[in-house]
């Protein structure tokens, strides 16, 4: 059991959260919803609010890795998030390379590997040299995988699949026979990933929006109100906590 108390204060009045360090969900992905509605809240630009779930991805990386999770996958921007106006859309892609470059040295000690899902060819090129800076350095550590969906779309993954799956069936290196539901998640970007066990999105939206969409089968999801830069270590403490109380059937009968 991993006790989570924020003080002991808290711990006296019954605040604890107790987790079972034994069930501690392997793979976690997270749409990090709620940061435009964060800023207007604020009468602040909606940028500020994805600085802000930056922050966030901060404390909950360190946090995921101080509890025993082992992969974590963050929708960082999505095939359909093109559509955005261009400055939100430019915002977004400088944020990522100031994240890459500030934090890579800090990943790198802490053993965290970086790897990314999503079509980065279409990213700007300053950001796939960020990326391949980042693999390159980490690719060797063994600490927590941090996974970013980038120009990700579920279903943009799944045809890129069938379409490795039918190049390698076309020059005779494995048959048609040989595509299961096991195999063909070797031709998807998640290659080597487990599926998630978890999936959570704040901000109150109830919906998928084209994440993960293969490997969701029998994900648990949670959802909660409270916008992703509001998103706090004990958010992450409750879903993990309801996680391990739901009854994980994969089908069968338990
Ligand atoms: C959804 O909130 C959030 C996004 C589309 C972008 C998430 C990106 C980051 C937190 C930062 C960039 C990533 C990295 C890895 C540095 P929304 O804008 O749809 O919020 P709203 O629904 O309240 O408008």
């Not at 350095?137 to 799956?165: F, P, Q, W």
Request: proline fraction near 3%.
């Amino acid at each position: 059991m991993i006790s989570i108390f924020k003080s002991n204060k808290e711990e006296s009045k019954g605040n604890n959260i107790v987790l079972d360090k034994e069930n501690i969900p392997k793979h976690i992905a997270i749409i990090m919803d709620g940061n435009g509605r964060w800023a207007k809240e604020r009468n602040l630009p909606r940028t500020f609010g994805h600085k802000a779930g930056v922050e966030t991805i901060r404390k909950i990386l360190k946090e995921c890795d101080k509890i025993g999770v082992r992969y974590l996958t963050l929708y960082a921007f999505s095939t359909e998030n093109w559509k955005r106006p261009k400055d939100e859309v430019s915002a977004l892609m400088k944020l990522l390379v100031e994240y890459l470059r500030k934090e890579l040295e800090e990943l790198n000690k802490n053993n965290v590997v970086v790897r990314s899902i999503g079509d980065i060819s279409k990213l700007p090129k300053i950001c796939q040299d960020e990326l391949m800076a980042s693999y390159k350095k980490t690719k060797n550590n063994t600490g927590v995988v941090l996974n970013l969906a980038l120009n990700y779309g579920g279903r943009d993954e799944i045809i890129y699949g069938i379409k490795k799956a039918y190049e390698k069936i076309q020059k005779g290196e494995i048959s048609i026979d040989d595509i299961d539901d096991t195999t063909f998640g070797n031709f998807l970007y998640t290659e080597g990933i487990p599926d998630p066990d978890l999936i959570i999105r704040p901000s109150g939206e109830q919906r998928l929006s084209n994440f993960l969409l293969w490997q969701c089968a029998y994900s648990e999801f949670w959802y909660s109100t409270i916008n992703w830069p509001d998103f706090k270590e004990e958010d992450l403490h409750k879903a993990i906590y309801d996680y391990q109380h739901r009854n994980r059937r994969f089908g069968g009968i338990k």
